[in-house]
């Protein structure tokens, strides 16, 4: 599976963003989907993770925030971010997981500026 991660950019502090990840097959046969991120020195930490039935679910630091979809026909899942802060500075990476095996996107800068 190849992943596109697309839609970073340089922002400013309470402003959005709206990511977007393709993948190279169908999303029907791809259980979970999710979006990560690292910030410089930090682990790659989870955000946002959406199953093909569409149950999500994200950690506190960005609940109420980020919201996660996917259309299952596009091949495609986005990461609306609002409200961004300062602390949401990192590269964003999607993932999938298909088969019981990983697959990462080459990941996009996101940089909140104060």
């Known amino acids: 599976v190849q992943l596109q991660a697309s839609g970073g950019g340089l922002v400013q502090a309470g402003d959005s963003l709206r990511l977007s990840c393709v993948a190279s097959?169908?999303?029907?046969?791809?259980?979970?989907m999710g979006w990560y991120r690292q910030a410089p020195g930090k682990d790659r930490e989870l955000v946002a993770q959406i199953t093909t039935r569409g149950s999500a679910n994200y950690p506190d630091s960005v609940k109420g925030r980020f919201s996660v979809s996917r259309d299952n026909a596009k091949n495609t899942v986005w990461l609306q971010m609002n409200s961004l802060k300062p602390e949401d500075t990192a590269v964003y990476y999607c993932?999938?997981?298909?088969?019981?095996?990983?697959?990462w996107g080459q990941g996009t800068q996101v940089t909140v500026s104060s």
């Open positions: 993932k999938a997981l298909s088969d019981g095996f990983p697959y």
């Open positions: 097959k169908s999303l029907f046969s791809i259980a979970l």
